[in-house]
């Protein structure tokens, strides 16, 4: 089991910023990727970005939030982040971060092993 805990939600306005955490709660993930996904009013969960930190390292981000997201992860935390930018109000919504990787479909929440509880977002029009 990995016990993923993410924070760093909260009421933003449109046009603003938030930076959501996630964390093992202290152990090591177990695996060398981890993405993000939220899911919105009436929406499935759908995926917002991944980051993959072997020795091949990569990110990759959903076409609507290129350009204002930013996926990292910091070694020393063990932390990985999602700085979020010009937050849209259809943004809005809970967002969970997932790692254990079963299948080579990064944008697709089932094929992870592990998530957490996730953090609400809610961003005012």
């Known amino acids: 089991q990995v016990p993923l805990v993410e924070s760093g939600g909260g009421l933003v306005q449109a046009g603003g910023s938030l930076r959501l955490s996630c964390t093992a709660s202290?152990?090591?993930?177990?695996?060398?990727?981890l993405a993000w996904f939220r899911q919105t009013p009436g929406k499935e969960r759908e995926f917002v970005a991944h980051?993959?930190?072997?020795?091949?390292?990569?990110?990759d981000y959903a076409d609507s939030v290129k350009g204002r997201f930013t996926i990292s992860k910091d070694n020393a935390k063990n932390t990985v982040y999602l700085q979020m930018n010009s937050l849209k109000h259809d943004e809005t919504g809970v967002y969970y971060c997932?790692?254990?990787?079963?299948?080579?479909?990064?944008?697709?929440?089932?094929?992870?092993?592990?998530w957490g509880q996730g953090t609400q977002v809610t961003v005012s029009s």
């Open positions: 997932e790692t254990g990787l079963r299948g080579g479909d990064i944008g697709r929440p089932d094929q992870y092993d592990y």
């Open positions: 202290g152990r090591s993930f177990g695996s060398y990727r």
């Open positions: 980051i993959r930190w072997t020795i091949f390292p990569r990110t």
